[in-house]
T-cell receptor
Framework: KNEVEQSPQNLTAQEGEFITINCSYS?????LHWLQQHPGGGIVSLFM???GKKKHGRLIATINIQEKHSSLHITASHPRDSAVYIC???????????FGKGTLLTVNP | DADVTQTPRNRITKTGKRIMLECSQT?????MYWYRQDPGLGLQLIYY???????NKGEISDGYSVSRQAQAKFSLSLESAIPNQTALYFC??????????????FGEGSRLTVL
């Protein structure tokens, strides 16, 4: 079974700060998702990546397959970025997603 | 309209009652999933379906059943609800990993409380 660990569990930042959330997993994967969940809200997929780096606006996601590690970066953080960020990995050639427990990000004005 | 729609969004029921949560999608995806989210835990897979005739148990299927009525519809039933099934339930869809992007789309969630 793939173990997915996220760090930190909780993160508080001031508006404008650069944010990094980390995700490590134990078994080789075919892809990794970063998801965002606002309080009381649904879950939105931010990125799916299997190698390298992707950027969307102020969000950047990177993955190092050899080190079994991914990071989600937020530049110029804003209070509306406050949410839970969840890492999910796709195991091997099958469907199965394994989720981390999430990182609660709070960005203060 | 949302890509993935769940109904009801909130439900309070009593122990022993039968409950159905419904999910419909407009993405045309083959794959549909039901997950459960509890505070402090990651999302846990209840059931998944790769097409109308292919339904599989997930990690925590006991006490639940599902029906894939059409490609677009996947419903979750609790035959006899119990309090520890109180949770937030999510439906999700995706393409097959060999197609398109394999992106996931989630519904808004259904909050179920069993008294």
């Amino acid at each position: 079974k793939n173990e997915v660990e996220q760090s930190p569990q909780n993160l508080t930042a001031q508006e404008g700060e650069f944010i990094t959330i980390n995700c490590s997993y134990s078994v080789g994967i075919s892809a990794l998702h970063w998801l965002q969940q606002h309080p009381g809200g649904g879950i939105v997929s931010l990125f799916m990546l299997s190698s390298g780096k992707k950027k969307h606006g102020r969000l950047i996601a990177t993955i190092n397959i050899q080190e079994k590690h991914s990071s989600l970066h937020i530049t110029a953080s804003h209070p509306r970025d406050s949410a839970v960020y969840i890492c999910a990995v796709v195991g091997g050639s099958n469907y199965k997603l394994t989720f981390g427990k999430g990182t609660l990000l709070t960005v203060n004005p | 309209d949302a890509d993935v729609t769940q109904t009801p969004r909130n439900r309070i029921t009593k122990t022993g009652k039968r409950i159905m949560l419904e999910c419909s999608q407009t993405k045309g995806h083959d794959r549909m999933y039901w997950y459960r989210q509890d505070p402090g835990l990651g999302l846990q897979l209840i059931y998944y379906s790769f097409d109308v005739k292919d339904i599989n148990k997930g990690e925590i299927s006991d006490g639940y059943s599902v029906s894939r009525q059409a490609q677009a519809k996947f419903s979750l039933s609790l035959e006899s609800a119990i309090p520890n099934q109180t949770a937030l339930y999510f439906c999700a869809t995706s393409d097959s990993w060999g197609k398109n992007t394999g992106e996931l789309f989630f519904g808004e969630g259904s909050r179920l409380t069993v008294l």
